[in-house]
């Protein structure tokens, strides 16, 4: 790049054959399950136990719908934040990205064909490729992808939010997920390195601290084949590969599971009446986990529960709104997440106990 602009395009040293052989050289052996791991992956379910403790819809901010729509999405569809950038909200027609169905929603990514002569792959042009990818419901409920989809794709649509341009499709839309305000004042769509650090920060949450954003394309996918072997090719759709030899090579890794129990065979046996669900197959070893003395149906009670309700520090939950609880204490007046709301009733409680 550097002597293109430099020799005003006349030399293009870096386009030469020898360079770019040596560059996909170093690409193709590199080993890219490697990077930001330790040898193995984390359990993906750690990810839903995380986005299970932000609480129920609609007691969220915007900022935290954002966030558990974009950790469920990346892990149920084993893509990378490049793929989340590239994800408009296109919702019919040909241009569709993403398809809502009464079994989940079906997601569209994009990105460039292989030009290379030894690629694996049949149609290769110049242009773009996409595959669709089947997202089923799942339980529990509260971390449903399509469900969280759908209730932030309608907390964040309108006439605040900017239209960027799709090459792949010639068209203008609306970016999946937004990042900051742009000169006219409309929140623009998300850069590739604002969303792998959302998604970055939720893992170290969620104690997945080895693994990088990228990780999750070959986590998701090695545990559904760790777990039911026969399921190989339902990971490589979930990957987008078209042959297992790039999984093997390159992303299949063994997975540190949650629960070592085995799972039932009905869990990931194809039945003519019954469609395989690969998500749910990524929830296997799920358990809740909410702050100590507080129960998991009690932690997902609505707002309207709280408002007007003293706590056991004596603290009173005055009213919320746009997911903040603003909770009255004497001489001052505090204001809480759902989340915090629920660890400061936990440790009241606790203290109370050990009296």
Request: proline share 6%.
């Amino acid at each position: 790049m550097a002597c293109t602009v430099a020799s005003d395009g006349k030399v293009q040293q870096g386009k030469s054959k020898s360079v770019t052989t040596l560059l996909k050289g170093f690409r193709v052996n590199r080993p890219i399950r490697q990077k930001g791991t330790s040898g193995e992956y984390a359990d993906v379910v750690l990810l839903y136990e995380e986005a299970w403790l932000y609480g129920p819809t609609e007691a969220l901010t915007l900022r935290h719908k954002k966030e558990r729509a974009l950790m469920l999405l990346a892990a149920d569809t084993a893509c990378r934040p490049s793929d989340l950038s590239k994800l408009f909200r296109v919702f019919s027609g040909n241009q569709a990205q993403i398809v809502f169905f009464d079994g989940g929603v079906r997601v569209r990514f994009f990105y460039p064909k292989e030009t290379d002569p030894g690629s694996s792959r049949q149609n290769t042009t110049n242009y773009y490729f996409s595959k669709w990818i089947v997202v089923h419901h799942t339980k529990p409920a509260s971390v449903s992808t399509p469900a969280v989809l759908k209730e932030f794709l309608l907390a964040s649509s309108g006439p605040d939010y900017a239209q960027h341009y799709l090459q792949q499709l010639d068209s203008y839309a609306q970016p999946f997920v937004h990042g900051k305000k742009n000169k006219e004042g409309k929140w623009a769509g998300a850069s590739v390195d604002h969303i792998a650090k959302v998604i970055k920060d939720v893992m170290l949450n969620a104690d997945m601290k080895n693994m990088t954003a990228r990780s999750l394309r070959g986590a998701s996918p090695s545990k559904i084949y760790q777990l039911f072997p026969e399921m190989l090719q339902q990971s490589l759709d979930l990957g987008r590969w078209t042959t297992s030899k790039t999984f093997f090579d390159h992303y299949c890794c063994p997975v540190s599971m949650r629960s070592s129990d085995k799972p039932p065979a009905s869990l990931g046996v194809t039945r003519p009446s019954l469609e395989v669900n690969p998500q749910q197959v990524l929830r296997w070893g799920f358990k809740p986990n909410p702050p100590p003395r507080v129960a998991a149906r009690e932690y997902y009670f609505l707002p309207s529960h709280w408002v007007s309700k003293t706590l056991p520090d004596d603290g009173l939950v005055e009213s919320f709104e746009d997911g903040i609880y603003k909770v009255r204490y004497p001489g001052k007046c505090d204001e809480l997440f759902h989340y915090e709301l629920m660890s400061r009733i936990s440790e009241a409680r606790q203290a109370k106990h050990s009296r």
